[in-house]
Each structure stands twice: as structure tokens, then as C-alpha cells.
């Protein structure tokens, strides 16, 4: 594993996710550990991260559970994916 894999997987586990503009992103919080970490990787603080956003549209949650689909392979927040989930009733079967 390279040094810079190795730090930036250090940085996702131990970061804070937010939410600033709408939009998920990590932070430090002040932390310099952390703070040195960004700086090392040449990230700004925040550092906007749609990629682990939610895959339903508009939905900027942190997708925290990935899931099979009809639509392929889908990381949903925990709203969507109990949505997805949820059994449906007789009524709404019929």
C-alpha cells in the first residue's frame, strides 16, 4: 500500500462528515492531527465528497448502506434504503 492510500484511508476513517451548502462533506473540526493530514493529501478543509453522497437524486446524505437493485449495485442512505426495503402492504400490492 502506498504512503498516500494509507493516509487517506486513515483520513475517512477518522474525519468528520458535515453537511455544508447542502453537500456532504469531510472535515477536521480542528483537529491537527487531522488538520496535517489535509494539508499532506493537499485537501481544503472542508473537502466536498459527492462520491459518498447518497445514489438517489437530490439526496446528499451520506450513503451508509449499498445494496443490489433491479438498477445494478446502489449505496442509498439509511431513509432510502428502508424505503427500498420496507414491505409493502396487501392494499399496495393489489
Same mark, same amino acid.
Given at each position: 500500500? /502506498?504512503?498516500?492510500?494509507? *493516509?487517506?484511508?486513515?483520513?475517512?476513517?477518522?474525519? +468528520?462528515?458535515?453537511?455544508?451548502?447542502?453537500? *456532504?462533506?469531510? $472535515?477536521?473540526?480542528?483537529?491537527?492531527?487531522? /488538520? &496535517?493530514?489535509?494539508?499532506? *493529501? #493537499?485537501? @481544503?478543509? @472542508?473537502?466536498?465528497? @459527492? !462520491?459518498?453522497?447518497? &445514489?438517489?437524486?437530490? $439526496?446528499?446524505?451520506?450513503?451508509? $448502506? #449499498?445494496?443490489?437493485?433491479? &438498477?445494478?449495485?446502489?449505496?442509498? $442512505?439509511?431513509?432510502?434504503?428502508? !424505503? *427500498? +426495503?420496507? @414491505?409493502?402492504?396487501?392494499?399496495?400490492?393489489?
Amino acid at each position: 500500500m /502506498e504512503l498516500k492510500e494509507a *493516509l487517506e484511508n486513515m483520513v475517512y476513517q477518522f474525519a +468528520y462528515t458535515v453537511q455544508r451548502d447542502g453537500r *456532504l462533506h469531510l $472535515c477536521t473540526r480542528g483537529l491537527s492531527a487531522l /488538520e &496535517d493530514a489535509f494539508e499532506a *493529501l #493537499g485537501w @481544503p478543509d @472542508p473537502m466536498p465528497m @459527492p !462520491e459518498d453522497e447518497c &445514489d438517489v437524486e437530490g $439526496c446528499t446524505q451520506s450513503a451508509t $448502506c #449499498g445494496t443490489p437493485t433491479a &438498477d445494478g449495485y446502489r449505496n442509498l $442512505c439509511w431513509k432510502h434504503f428502508e !424505503e *427500498l +426495503y420496507t @414491505p409493502m402492504t396487501k392494499e399496495e400490492v393489489e
